[in-house]
C-alpha cells in the first residue's frame, strides 16, 4: 500500500486525537487505484487495454498522472510514456479525475510485468501510487502434436500458451498454412479421430481476430504400402535377347522395401529388377512385393512371354513349355508344327521317351496313359492333346513328333514339353498365439497359373469369405475360434490338400469360481470352490485369494468345517505361459447360530422399588438373532421376549438369543430391589396431613363460637369410688370449660395429643 508518504507527512500534526482520525480516513476513503482485470494473458502482438479507475478525496487537485513498470519504494518512479521501449506503443485513454486506462499495443514476451498507476496531487501529501499493479503475462503459441503417428491412430493437436487467455478465445488450425476451415474449435485442440495420410504437413494455430501464429510442426503420417504395382521396360512384344526391365511402384512411408517374385520364388530385390539378354526361360509371371514396419502388401503379377525366333522350317514349337498342373486335373498341351512345302504328313504322335536313336515309344499306346489321352490336333499344323487325371508320376517331358512320306522327313520336338503335377499342401506355424499375425501357405512344388484362384477350408467348411487371389491365407490378428483343421484347393478343381492343425493359443479367460454347495453356507459345512477358465494350453497354475491374502493354489479350493472367519470375498487366478486373469469375486457368507450372548444392564442393576431396569440381550450371530427370550433363574418359563427387558422385581436374569440356525444362554445378571417410599407413599402422607389441619381450623372455629354462649353444667355421677380420672370416653356432653379443668387436673402426656385431640373431635361431632 502506498500510503507511505501521506501518512508520514500527517504524523507531524500537533494532535495525536486528530493524527488517529486521519490515519482512519486516509487507509481507505478517498485514495485508491483499482484495475479490473488484475492478471492480463495477452497474445503477442495483440494490442492490450489496461482498464483503471482511481480515487482521492475531495479537496485535491490532480496535477501529474502517469503508468511506471518499476515501483521501488522510495525512489521516484519512471513515467513509461517517456520510456523508448514504451513510447510509441502507449496511449493513455483516462483522464484527469478518475480514469486511468491505458492501451499498450504490439505486445512482446518481453513486455511480461506488472504495471502501477500513479498519481500525483497539488497537495504535497497527495501522491499516490496503486500497488500491487496490474500484472500483463504475454504469450505467444506453440502446437504440440506426436512427431510421428500411423494411419488410423487418433491424433490430438494442442495449441498451448503459456498462460490462460480468455474463454472468448476461437483457435484457428493451419495445415501447409491453408485454414482447417471446418476445424475452428472452441478449445485449443485439434482431434484427428482417424488420421489418414493426407493428414501429413505442417500444423500452425492461431487464435481468431489476432496475428500472431505459431511456428509450424510438422505431422509425419506413416501407413503401409498401397498401390503396388508393376511397369515393364521396354512394352510391347519381348524377344529372347532383349533386355528388359521390371519397376515395382508402391506409395508409403516410410519408403518400403521390395522384393521381385517368379512365380513364387524369390528371384530378387530393389525397386528396379532388370534382365538382360532375356531367354524363353525368363518367361513366366512376375510380382513384387513391397514392405515396411507396417505392412506389405503384392502387386498384380504381370506375365512376360518371351518369344522363341526360329529360322528353320522344321521345329514344333510348345505353348506354354512348362506346364505346373495339379494332381487329378486335365491338362492341355498345345502345340504346332511346321515342316517345308512338299510333304506329307503320315503319322503323328506323342512320347515322353525320346532317347536319339531309338524309335519312341507312342504314348497313346502306353496303357498308363491310353485312356486318358486325347488327341486334338490335326495333320497340318496342330499338335494338340489333353491328358485327363494326371498324376505325380506324370510329371515329365513331353515330345510331339511327326513323320512324313519322304525318309528325310522325320521331326521330333525337343526339347519337349515338361508336364509338373503338384498337390497341395498347407505351410502353417504350428502353434501360434492369440493376436499374432499368421500366415497359411497352400504351397504346390511348381507354379500354377495366375488365374488359380485358392479355396481354404476350415474344418472342412469353406471359408467362403477368404478366396484369395494368391496361394496365402492371411489371419491378421488370430483369435481363438480360428484354430482348426486348414486345407486348401484351387477353384475349379478336386484336389483338396491334407489338413494341417493349427493350434491357437490363448491366455485365461472367462475365469470364474462355482461355490458347492450352492445357497446359504452354515459355520461347520464343508465348502468347495472350483475355478473354471478358458486357455491354451490348459492352465495349471491357479490360486485363489482371500481380498488380496493368497489362501490356496489349485483348481479346487475345499475348506472343511467352515466357520464365520472364512467369510469374505473370494477370488481365483488362472494362469499359462500366455497370461494370467482373475475371476470376479464371490462373497462366502457363513451363517452360524448365536455366539457370545451376554445381558447388558442399562443403568446400573440396583434399583429401588416401583423403578424399573433394562436389560438388553447381545449376540453374535449370523443372520442377527431376531428372537429373544428372557428367564429368570430357577424358574423355567420364560418372562419376557425381545432384545431388551424391563426388571421389575430382584432376581438373576438371563437371556436366550434364537435364529434359524440355533440359540445360545447368556450368563444372568442380578438386578437388586430396595424398599424405600414411593411417590404413592408421599401422596398418602401428604392427604393425611391436608385432612388434619383442615379438621384443626373446623375444631377452632365451633370452640370459640361455644366459648361465647354460657354453656348449663352437667355433674357428671361416678360410682366407681376409684375412678379418679375421666377418660375421654367418659364424656357425653361437657362444656369446654370443663375440658380445660379436666386437661388441667389430668394433663396427658405431650407425645399422644394428637391421640387425644382426635378423640376430642369425635366427642365434638357426637355432641353435634
Ligand atoms: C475509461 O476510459 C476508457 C476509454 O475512454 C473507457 O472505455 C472506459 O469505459 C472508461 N472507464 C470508466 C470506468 O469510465
Ligand atoms: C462378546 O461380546 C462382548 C459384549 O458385546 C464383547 O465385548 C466381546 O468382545 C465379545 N467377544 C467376542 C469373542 O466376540
Ligand atoms: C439406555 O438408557 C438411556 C436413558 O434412559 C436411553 O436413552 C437409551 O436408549 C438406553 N439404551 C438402550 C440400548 O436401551
Ligand atoms: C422364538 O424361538 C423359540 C424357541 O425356538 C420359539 O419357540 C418361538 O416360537 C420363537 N418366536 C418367534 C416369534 O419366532
Request: include cysteine; proline fraction near 5%.
Amino acid at each position: 500500500m502506498m500510503c507511505v508518504s501521506s501518512m508520514s507527512i500527517r504524523m507531524a500534526l500537533p494532535l495525536p486525537l486528530v493524527f488517529l482520525l486521519m490515519i482512519h480516513g486516509v487507509s481507505s476513503a478517498g485514495w485508491g487505484v483499482s484495475y479490473s482485470p488484475s492478471h492480463i494473458c495477452a497474445l503477442k502482438n495483440s494490442s492490450v487495454i489496461m482498464s483503471c479507475t482511481y480515487t482521492y478525496p475531495t479537496g485535491y487537485q490532480i496535477k501529474n498522472v502517469f503508468w511506471t513498470k518499476a515501483f521501488i519504494r522510495g525512489e521516484k518512479p519512471p513515467d513509461l510514456s517517456e520510456d523508448p521501449e514504451y513510447s510509441q506503443r502507449l496511449q493513455y485513454l483516462g483522464d484527469k479525475q478518475q480514469n486511468c486506462t491505458i492501451r499498450l499495443s504490439h505486445v512482446t514476451l518481453k513486455d511480461s510485468r506488472m504495471y502501477y498507476f500513479r498519481f500525483i496531487t497539488d497537495k504535497p501529501d497527495g501522491k499516490w501510487i496503486g500497488d500491487p499493479g496490474v500484472t500483463l503475462a504475454v504469450t505467444d503459441l506453440q502446437v504440440e502434436s506426436p512427431e510421428r503417428v500411423t494411419e488410423g491412430d487418433s491424433v490430438r493437436l494442442t495449441c498451448n500458451s503459456s498462460c490462460t487467455l480468455t474463454d472468448r478465445a476461437t483457435f484457428i488450425w493451419y495445415r501447409n498454412s491453408q485454414p482447417l476451415t471446418e476445424r475452428r474449435d472452441r478449445n485449443n485442440e485439434l482431434l484427428l479421430q482417424s488420421v489418414r495420410r493426407e493428414d501429413a504437413g505442417r500444423y500452425s494455430c492461431a487464435v481468431h481476430g489476432h496475428n500472431h501464429i505459431s511456428p509450424a510442426v510438422e505431422l509425419n503420417v506413416t501407413y503401409p504400402p498401397k498401390s503396388v504395382s508393376v511397369s515393364i521396360s521396354p512394352s510391347g512384344e519381348i524377344v529372347s535377347g532383349d533386355s528388359v526391365t521390371l519397376i515395382c511402384s508402391s506409395d508409403s512411408n516410410p519408403p518400403a522395401e521390395i522384393s521381385w517374385f517368379k512365380g513364387r520364388t524369390f528371384v530378387g530385390s530393389g525397386r528396379i529388377y532388370s534382365i538382360s539378354k532375356i531367354s524363353s526361360d525368363d518367361s513366366g509371371e512376375y510380382k513384387c512385393r513391397s514392405r515396411n514396419q507396417h505392412g506389405e502388401k503384392y502387386s498384380d503379377a504381370v506375365t512376360l512371354n518371351v518369344m522363341w525366333v526360329s529360322s528353320a522350317d522344321w521345329g514344333v514349337s510348345y505353348s506354354p513349355s512348362h506346364i505346373c498342373a495339379l494332381n487329378d486335373s486335365s491338362v492341355i498341351m498345345s502345340c504346332t508344327y511346321t515342316y517345308p512345302t512338299g510333304y506329307q504328313i503320315k503319322n503323328v504322335f506323342w512320347t515322353k521317351a525320346f532317347i536319339r536313336g531309338e524309335k519312341p515309344p507312342d504314348l497313346s499306346e502306353d496303357p498308363e496313359y491310353s485312356q486318358r489321352l486325347q488327341y486334338l490336333g490335326d495333320k497340318q499344323q496342330n499338335c494338340t492333346i489333353r491328358l485327363s487325371h494326371v498324376t505325380l508320376k506324370d510329371s515329365r517331358m513331353y515330345y510331339f513328333r511327326f513323320i512324313t512320306d519322304k525318309p528325310d522327313g522325320r521331326w521330333i520336338g525337343d526339347p519337349g514339353v515338361t508336364l509338373t503335377v503338384t498337390d497341395l499342401q498347407v505351410e502353417s506355424p504350428e502353434r501360434v498365439t492369440e493376436g499374432d499375425s499368421v500366415r497359411l501357405t497352400c504351397k504346390s512344388s511348381c507354379t500354377l497359373t495366375d488365374r488359380a484362384t485358392f479355396i481354404w477350408y476350415r474344418n472342412s467348411q469353406p471359408l467362403t469369405e477368404r478366396r484369395d487371389r494368391n496361394n496365402e491365407l492371411l489371419l491378421q490378428s488370430v483369435r481363438r475360434e480360428d484354430a482348426g483343421r486348414y486345407s486348401c484347393a484351387v477353384h475349379g478343381h478336386n484336389h483338396i490338400s491334407p489338413a494341417v492343425e493349427l493350434n491357437v493359443m490363448y491366455p485365461p479367460k472367462s475365469v470364474s469360481v462355482s461355490i458347492s454347495p450352492s445357497g446359504e453356507i452354515v459355520s461347520g459345512d464343508s465348502v468347495t470352490l472350483i475355478c473354471s477358465s478358458d486357455s491354451n494350453p490348459p492352465a495349471l497354475n491357479f490360486s485363489w485369494f482371500k481380498g488380496r491374502t493368497i489362501v490356496g493354489s489349485g483348481r479346487i479350493f475345499s475348506i472343511s468345517k467352515i466357520s464365520s472367519d472364512d467369510s469374505g470375498e473370494y477370488k481365483c487366478r488362472s494362469r499359462n505361459k500366455h497370461g494370467e486373469k482373475y475371476s470376479d469375486a464371490v462373497t462366502l457368507n457363513i451363517m452360524y447360530p448365536p455366539r457370545n450372548v451376554s445381558v447388558l444392564i442399562n443403568g446400573s442393576g440396583e434399583i429401588v422399588s416401583g423403578d424399573s431396569v433394562t436389560l438388553i440381550c447381545s449376540s453374535d450371530s449370523n443372520p442377527p438373532a431376531l428372537n429373544f427370550s428372557w428367564f429368570k433363574e430357577n424358574e423355567s418359563s420364560a418372562v419376557g421376549s425381545g432384545q431388551s427387558f424391563s426388571a421389575l422385581q430382584s432376581g438373576r436374569f438371563y437371556c436366550q438369543a434364537h435364529n434359524q440356525h440355533g440359540s445360545l444362554k447368556s450368563a444372568a445378571v442380578s438386578v437388586t430391589v430396595h424398599r424405600g417410599a414411593g411417590w404413592l407413599d408421599w401422596l398418602g402422607i401428604t392427604v393425611a396431613c391436608l385432612g388434619l389441619f383442615v379438621l384443626i381450623i373446623i375444631l377452632y372455629t365451633i370452640l370459640k363460637k361455644r366459648m361465647n354462649r354460657r354453656p348449663a353444667i352437667h355433674v357428671y355421677e361416678n360410682d366407681d369410688p376409684s375412678a379418679n380420672t375421666y377418660t375421654a370416653l367418659d364424656l357425653k356432653s361437657r362444656s369446654f370449660d370443663l375440658y380445660d379443668t379436666l386437661t388441667t387436673v389430668h394433663p396427658r402426656p405431650q407425645s399422644s395429643s394428637s391421640e387425644y385431640e382426635n378423640q376430642s373431635s369425635k366427642q365434638d361431632t357426637m355432641v353435634r
